[in-house]
């Protein structure tokens, strides 16, 4: 069975990456337009999801909500947070994503993801800093006096 995923530790991850707690209650929550809140921030509550694993269900409110909800997106599934978020589940409104700790397959997936990403970028500052030993190095044998004959 899945690791059980409760609300305050996923509220704890979302207010130290700076965004702000509502305490909305789940009443709430159902009611009204996510848009209908002055500052933009997060509501959670607690679900069990169809395999009885307890989950989170993030909210985002306020006058840009759909922003909030892109960053609490990118804010969860950052590899020191490992939790997986899925937009698309049963009884999920527009506003709202579903949160539940990551597998170990899932974060080596995106392990694997992030490196195939930044290959090309690792490749070129490899090649340019042996470009940059190669220049070093002949000018250190041109200030010795010990140019190469060819």
């Known amino acids: ?13 979302l207010t130290n990456g700076g965004f702000t707690d509502l305490h909305l209650t789940e009443a ?3 009611e009204g337009h996510p848009g209908q809140y002055d500052t933009d921030g997060f509501a959670l509550r607690q679900h069990t999801d169809a ?7 993030a909210g985002a409110y306020g006058p ?9 997106h990118y ?4 590899p020191y947070v490992r939790c997986t978020v899925l937009t698309e589940a049963p009884g999920l409104a527009d506003h709202e994503v579903l949160v ?17 990403t930044q290959a090309p970028i690792a490749a070129l500052l490899r090649q340019q800093e ?14 010795a006096g010990q140019t190469g004959l060819w």
């Open 100 to 116: 539940r700790w990551a597998t170990s397959a899932e974060l080596q997936e995106r392990k694997r993801a992030r490196a195939r």
């Open 75 to 78: 804010r969860l599934e950052r």
């Open 28 to 30: 709430e929550q159902h």
């Open 51 to 57: 395999d009885g694993t307890l989950v989170a269900i």
């Open 1 to 13: 069975m899945p690791r059980a995923t409760r609300a305050h530790t996923i509220a704890k991850h």
């Open 64 to 72: 840009d909500w759909f922003a909030t909800m892109r960053e609490i």
């Open 130 to 143: 042996a470009a940059a030993k190669a220049a070093a190095r002949q000018q250190e044998l041109e200030e």
